[in-house]
């Protein structure tokens, strides 16, 4: 699916309503009085509204009637239905959790020279866990990935968080991640895109990520437009995205400062990794209108900026494994042999 596509796809709404119509009534040569009947039948007078311009020929109606015979809102004694969201900021990243397909809305983090310089965190010491802050019944399992034929998809990568091993294990929580293709995505061309976000502190000193899923409709053999993904589990419990986004936020430092914006909607499937990554780039509108979510509302746009027009977008290629050997720091070299005696 296109870039284009995609926007026009995330553009499509339906605002579009009936037009309505208004009737005036002239008073300029007859002047007219709507007579409100006096309370009777032991009726306080309080119990009529007070006079209002009306249309001519309309009832009047008391207070009595005008309340409503129902309260919709008394369901709210029994619990309020939702969407709950469950919000749950942590100490390298902040997420947003959707209960009905069991992955996050969005998660968001923030990286900067001197978060990326440390190396206090070790991903062998990690371990994917359940988050136990979501009601069971909501909550993606271990056993849902067990011979899924995806990944555990990290949306906040692990080598962004290795400031602390901390920092670093809340990354492998299960809220933080989504099912996603394995080889030619989750290890080749979503890496790459992770590493280019990294190298963005070469220009900016704070960039702030927001990362998550999108389930996008594409045209069926009939021509009409249907959101289809899998689900994974046994039962079936984990929905599978069709895409995934990142909005970058490359700031300058500033207070008040300007704010390099990119988004990138990119296919939960292989990629070659000669794609540039500009074919990816959608305005920021485009991945608010398909995932129902507003990033920048707040951002001046006088302060805004396009990200690929102030710095070269594109990936640098390099093995998974060696990305693997990066975050585990260099192999420990073999002691001496002890002096003979």
């Known amino acids: 699916m296109s870039k284009t596509t995609i926007a026009l796809i995330a553009a499509a709404s339906a605002a579009t309503g009936a037009a309505a119509t208004a009737a005036f009534y002239s008073a300029r040569n007859e002047r007219k009085v709507i007579h409100i009947p006096s309370a009777t039948n032991g009726d306080s007078p309080s119990a009529t509204l ?5 249309l001519p020929g309309a009832p ?24 709950v969201n469950d919000l749950s900021p942590q100490t390298s990243l902040t997420s947003s959790y959707n209960r009905a397909t069991r992955n996050p809305n969005w ?16 991903r062998r010491h990690s371990y994917f866990v359940e988050d136990a802050s979501i009601p069971d019944k909501f909550r993606a399992k271990l056993k849902d990935y067990f011979r899924s034929g995806y990944d555990r998809g990290h949306q906040v990568p692990a080598a962004d968080a290795k400031w602390s091993q901390d920092a670093m294990d809340a ?7 989504c099912p996603q293709v394995g080889d030619g995505f989750n290890r080749d061309y979503w890496a790459h895109l992770e590493d280019f976000c990294r ?23 009939d021509g009409k437009w249907k959101v289809s993904y ?4 046994n039962p079936p419990n984990v929905a599978v995205p069709t895409h995934f986004y990142k909005v970058i936020f490359a700031e ?34 485009a991945v608010e209108r398909a995932s129902g979510l507003e990033f920048a509302e707040k951002l001046p746009v006088q302060r805004r900026k396009r990200l690929c027009t102030e710095i070269n977008c594109s990936i640098f290629v390099r093995d998974y494994a060696d990305r693997h050997k990066n975050l585990q720091g260099p192999p420990v070299r073999p002691a001496l042999p002890a002096p003979a005696k």
């Open 230 to 233: 899998e689900v994974i589990g």
């Open 50 to 54: 007070p006079h209002t311009p009306s």
């Open 107 to 122: 998660v968001a983090e923030h990286i900067t020279p001197a978060s990326l310089a440390l190396n206090n965190g070790d």
């Open 171 to 177: 990354t492998f929580a299960l809220s933080n991640m």
């Open 252 to 285: 300058d430092g500033k207070t008040g400062g300007n704010v390099a914006l990119g988004a990138f909607v990119l296919p939960n499937a292989e990629i070659s990794n000669d794609k540039p990554l500009g074919d990816f780039e959608v305005p920021i509108e």
């Open 199 to 221: 190298r963005l502190t070469n220009t900016y000193p704070s960039v702030r990520i927001v990362t998550g899923p999108l389930y996008l409709p594409r045209r069926d053999q």
């Open 60 to 83: 009047v109606r008391s207070a009595k009637e005008l309340l409503p015979p129902v309260n919709p809102s008394g369901l709210f004694q029994y619990g309020f239905p939702g969407p």
